[in-house]
């Protein structure tokens, strides 16, 4: 074989640009509002790979040097042992840090991250800038997941286009134009998996590999010129055209960083600014001015070095200052934690990154570092089947407040039920108290009617009676479904209530809010009102429970994390009465409303056992009463239940 080297010639400038990619999600991920378009650094990643990896795929295959073996072993060397240290130093510190459900989330996340598949787990979750996002310490995996994704599938196509003698170009050219196409589709309609799916964000990659095309065979870019060196695509006698394409590419990204906040549908027609600004510069060659200046300046080369394992360690290490202190992490702590994560990210490259890419023992190394992330992998993967290791010393000292977080659901009870009443969408949902018995009692309402279901029930079975959750969307005849499966499947869940002889109680609890303040409002109200009208003139008992107050913090975050001792802790763990009160002032006028006009339906209030005459608590008698900002946890659902048991017994 021989020895020309298939890499293109180091370019300082490039690393400049990595600087710039890293940095650019660094300070969006620690100060979003200072940065609004950071994120679109990893744009900017992904034409840089297309690029450098394009021209080494071209060389080699071109030069018949290509090898598979060698290529992914490099590829191996260069991922695997920065990942590697911040999946092993994340489950370290979730083993003493984390709760059983936050464990376990992280372990399934552990087990993609490992496998490159995180990108498809996160999009069934929760979209890149939701707040929830905020509390997966590897939800940057997902922009790895893509690019190893796409470089399982490209060598292999490339090196079939090669055989089969088509242009490389031309199968660039499409696929990156089906790929921006599928983009510009899907933003629209699928959002959070066009922003994950490795199909719509293809384009990106190939844009960088079709730049390597051109430089690889000397293709100039205005004029068709070829020119010796290939280390730019604009022929030396155009000097003033280069520059103009670096300041066009310059201004393209900072455009994209000042405008491409997250409201926007993104990628679609937004990421073209990262991602020609990116092909401009580095078409645009070294030699250039901004180039050889600025990108290529000491500072930002450093930047560029250790920009991979900076990009791993940072968001680690913010996601867990918000997991561990809650709320929102004050200035000086964002920057301290920035600044540990370059040092970590300068120790890895010095320590780790370096001595491992060198090719001596390079077998030996490969093999090492894919058993030790597949081992991460599997021990994310038990930890997730292990349902978060409950039992670890870490966590058992205050294991009953942390059962407290976890929804609990009965998923063979719901499958009977759903069996017995031909429920057979996944929007039709149903629990019964005591599966052997006709239902008495029906509770109808989104997940805020299920977080009542179990003190409830403990009621009504003391009664001789059998509570029957149904779960809806809003449980109001009439409303307009649109495309949501839940609300759709609405009608034939109150239809059970209203139709099924045996039930003599109907129980409305939902989420939703109504208010007279607009003619869609005051339709909605009407809504309403129809509908419990409907029930009380089928001779039902029709109950209506106002819902209660949500939180405006975790409330895991009034737990003391027994594996740290030193993690903050709420000292106040409750909301201003005045506050709540002030906020649904407007729906629970409009029920008080209905109420009076339908005056047969029996009131519940939530709210009425959680909160005294000036606060409203999260932690009532030592117990845990929330799962989260607005969901009862079974404690709170059992204690809220006695407080009805009492109510309805002093009503009959």
């Not at 003139?537 to 030193?566: Q, Y």
Request: proline letters at 5%.
């Amino acid at each position: 074989m021989s020895g020309v080297s298939l890499h293109p010639a180091y370019r300082a400038d490039i690393d400049g640009l990595r600087a710039i990619a890293v940095l650019s999600v660094v300070v969006f991920h620690a100060f979003p509002t200072l940065l609004p378009g950071g994120f679109i650094g990893v744009d900017i990643f992904f034409v840089i790979s297309g690029y450098l990896i394009g021209s080494i795929l071209l060389k080699g295959m071109a030069t018949q040097q290509f090898s598979f073996a060698d290529f992914y072993a490099r590829r191996v060397r260069r991922i695997f042992p920065a990942l590697a240290l911040v999946l092993t130093s994340c489950a370290v510190l979730g083993w003493f840090g984390l709760f059983p459900d936050e464990y376990q989330q992280l372990g399934k996340h552990m087990f993609a991250g490992a496998s490159f598949v995180s990108n498809f787990f996160l999009w069934g979750e929760v979209g890149y800038f939701d707040t929830a996002a905020d509390t997966k310490p590897l939800l940057h995996l997902w922009s790895l997941a893509v690019e190893e994704q796409f470089y399982i599938v490209w060598p292999p196509l490339l090196l079939l286009a090669f055989r089969r003698r088509w242009a490389p170009w031309k199968l660039v050219l499409l696929l990156m134009t089906v790929s921006f196409l599928i983009n510009l589709g899907g933003v629209r309609h699928y959002a959070t998996a066009t922003f994950y799916s490795p199909l719509s964000r293809m384009w990106e990659l190939l844009l960088g590999a079709l730049l390597a095309h051109l430089s690889v065979y000397r293709i100039g870019l205005l004029a068709g010129v070829r020119h010796a060196d290939g280390d730019h695509l604009i022929d030396l006698a155009a000097p003033r055209a280069r520059q103009w394409l670096a300041a066009g590419g310059l201004l393209l990204i900072v455009l994209g960083l000042l405008l491409a906040a997250p409201g926007k549908r993104f990628p679609g027609w937004w990421a073209l600014l990262p991602v020609l600004g990116a092909t401009l510069l580095i078409g645009a060659g070294p030699a250039t001015w901004i180039n050889r200046k600025l990108l290529a300046n000491q500072l930002l080369v450093w930047f560029g070095l250790i920009s991979y394992p900076l990009y791993l360690w940072h968001w680690p290490i913010l996601s867990y200052l918000h997991i561990l202190e809650g709320d929102v992490l004050g200035r000086k702590v964002r920057v301290a934690a920035l600044g540990v994560a370059v040092l970590l990210a300068w120790l890895t490259y010095q320590l780790l990154e370096r001595p491992l890419r060198k090719p001596v023992n390079g077998g030996r190394k490969v093999a090492i570092l894919v058993l030790a992330v597949a081992a991460l992998g599997g021990f994310g993967g038990w930890v997730y089947w292990q349902d978060g290791l409950p039992m670890r010393r870490s966590v058992v000292d205050n294991a009953a407040q942390t059962k407290a977080l976890v929804l609990v659901e009965d998923v063979a009870n719901a499958a009977a039920c759903k069996r017995r009443y031909q429920f057979n969408t996944l929007a039709e949902y149903c629990l019964l108290d005591q599966p052997d018995k006709p239902p008495t009692v029906a509770l109808v309402g989104d997940s805020h009617a299920y977080h009542i279901a179990a003190g409830l029930g403990r009621h009504y079975r003391a009664e001789g009676d059998n509570l029957w959750y149904l779960g809806t969307r809003e449980p109001v005849y009439g409303l307009p479904a649109g495309d949501d499966p839940y609300q759709q499947a609405t009608p034939r869940m109150l239809d059970a209530a209203l139709l099924t002889a045996s039930v003599h109680t109907v129980i409305f609890s939902t989420a939703a809010k109504f208010g007279n303040e607009t003619p869609d409002g005051r339709a909605r109200v009407a809504l309403l009102r129809a509908t419990l009208r409907r029930f009380v003139e089928s001779g039902r008992t029709v109950i209506w429970v106002n819902d209660l107050p949500a939180l405006d913090f975790d409330p895991r975050s009034c737990i003391t994390r027994a594996g740290l001792p030193t993690s903050k802790t709420r000292i106040d763990c409750s909301i201003p009465r005045a506050e709540f009160e002030q906020k649904t002032a407007a729906h629970r006028a409009a029920v008080a409303q209905v109420l009076k006009d339908v005056p047969q339906v029996q009131l519940l209030d939530s709210a009425a056992p959680l909160c005294d005459a000036s606060r409203c608590h999260a932690i009532i008698n030592g117990k845990l009463m929330y799962r989260d900002t607005h969901h009862l946890s079974y404690d709170g659902d059992l204690y809220v239940g006695d407080y009805f048991n009492r109510q309805l017994r002093a009503h009959r």
